[in-house]
């Protein structure tokens, strides 16, 4: 995978089966910087970050109110276990928003801006279970880098596996029940196959009329002198103008992820606007040179990465990710986002469900 990525330490299945000591976890502060009207403002979570209490308080996201329902919502949700969000009322997130109270400026100051750069949806016009569920594990945990990468998740899953028994870099044509063929024209025998791959994936191997929806983004990394914040924050676009949704510097998370004397930014756009990546660069670095000084300027490009789907549409009623998908056809698993969600707890999760579908049909019919 490609493109800026965390991990949510609270996620059940990551806990479960990654070993976060030997990934060597990097958080972020809880809290993000939203840029309103010119001007920067910090917002974190008053119990877990007190010290940005006083500017959490100042910044003009919403009303008294809203910080009540804020309040409300987290205590709420946090005490909430997860069936009952993942099985309860499920309609687009605005709305449900509007019918917990908040005000439209916090939904658009606060909600819309932060939660687009999850979903990749400016409108967040996804389901609220989902919305619920992501909510309630930033309450509960934090958001993390390994210090080495997120490589370092693959690779640690990986390291239980023969490496004799994994065979990357060669694409699939096709796929039907016991043979799996590749696009030289090799043909690999099987009893079972699982696709753990994006959701359009499926639907051309098997021949589905397309139904997922694509979410795209750019990221954009650049390496500067100095870091443009001085703490471990998301910077948010809360301005409603301008390519950038989001833009962070790992390096101020990890260390290791810039060499000595150098920051690395990852600046985030979601969609799919641009028709070159020169006229992408021209317009983020505008606007970074706009909240940052002519020092933007002088950051050195490093990469784009644009990626058509970096995420499925994730609209209401969203499916129960608990639930295995089970056999698309004779012998063919799923696992991944197709039939459940993306994230790397549904991932996980689907990828053990497969697991566990394989085996028992296996035994069901004695070809284990």
Known sequence: NHGFQVLQTAYPEAQ????YAALDLKAFAPGAVFRISGRFHTVADPLRAPRYVIQTLAAPIGTWG????????????TRAGPQEILRGPDIQTPDFLRAEGFSELMIERFFMPFFSGVCLDP???VSSRVFQ???RMFAMGDV?????????????????????????????????????????GEELSCRKAVLAVEAPEVERLLGFAPRTGSRGEHCLYFSAEEPPLREPLLVVNAEGRGPINNLCVPSLVAS????AGRSLISVTVIGEHFVSKSNLEEAVRDQLSDWFGKVANRWELLRVYSIRHALPDQPAPAPDPTVAVGELRPGIFVCGEYG?????QWALTSGRLAAEAVLAAAARRRDV
């Open 133 to 135: 569920y992501i909510f």
């Open 16 to 19: 479960r089966f990654l070993d």
């Open 123 to 125: 409108q967040i016009k």
């Open 66 to 77: 809203d910080r009540l329902r804020m309040a409300r919502l987290n205590r709420r949700l």
């Open 256 to 259: 290791a992820y810039a060499p």
């Open 340 to 344: 459940s969600l993306p994230s790397i």
């Open 144 to 184: 993390s880098i390994p210090a080495r990468g997120m490589e370092e998740i693959p690779k640690q899953i990986a390291g239980a596996i023969e490496p004799d028994r994994l065979r990357t870099g060669v694409r699939v044509r096709a796929l039907k029940q016991g043979t799996v063929t590749l696009e030289s």
